[in-house]
């Protein structure tokens, strides 16, 4: 009797043993597993973090690093486009020729255009252009506001068909020579426009001679 109780406390003893080891592995693998998953949710926020950074400083890197030549066409085109808007908008109203308010008219409305398509092209190279037209423009807009009839006729196209003369050639090297891409693309679209302007003037010029 005494010994068949023997062999059943130490079954009893056994199965505990075995539970009890049971659970601790379970504890074990549980534990392990969510040191896993912290460690994988860390990794995967660093690596979201680290690609959004370089992400952004790439791009404000690209915006900013625009050649100088690039630069300076653009302020140039920018100055030259306000004083043909601002030429334009007053032979409007001064010019007593069909063909030069006509001109003047085609002035207004392509060199708004184009100055719009500048800004928008600008705010995405960082680059702040300039609200004056110049001060070689403004000898211009001088001598014109002292013009009236056909004198001012005369001069306001003499000075167009000089102005786009210039435009042309300046646009035609950019189409070819921009270091940036979009700068370009820009120079090469307006291009044909300017020359259109060009032939205009030089029609509208010898009409007022």
Not at 50 to 72: F, H, I, R, W
Not at 108 to 118: G, P, R
Request: with cysteine.
């Amino acid at each position: 009797m005494k010994q068949q109780f023997t062999i059943i406390l130490a079954a009893l003893l056994f199965i505990a043993t075995l539970a009890c080891n049971k659970n601790e592995s379970s504890s074990s693998t549980s534990d392990t597993a969510s040191t896993s998953t912290t460690a994988s949710d860390t990794s995967a926020t660093t690596s979201t973090y680290d690609t959004t950074g370089s992400s952004a400083t790439s791009t404000t890197s690209t915006a900013g690093n625009l050649d100088p030549a690039d630069k300076e066409f653009m302020t140039k085109a920018a100055q030259g486009g306000l004083a043909e808007v601002q030429f334009g908008t007053t032979a409007q109203s001064k010019a007593t020729d069909p063909a030069v308010k006509a001109f003047a008219d085609r002035m207004v409305t392509d060199h708004s255009k184009a100055n719009d398509e500048l800004k928008q092209l600008a705010s995405t190279k960082g680059v702040a252009l300039p609200s004056d037209i110049g001060d070689e423009h403004k000898k211009v807009a001088d001598e014109l506001s002292k013009k009236t009839g056909k004198d001012f006729d005369k001069a306001y196209m003499k000075a167009m068909v000089e102005d786009h003369e210039k435009d042309v050639k300046e646009f035609e090297k950019q189409s070819k020579d921009a270091k940036d891409a979009d700068l370009k693309a820009w120079a090469g679209k307006t291009l044909p426009t300017l020359q259109d302007h060009l032939k205009m003037a030089k029609d509208a010029a010898s009409k007022v001679k």
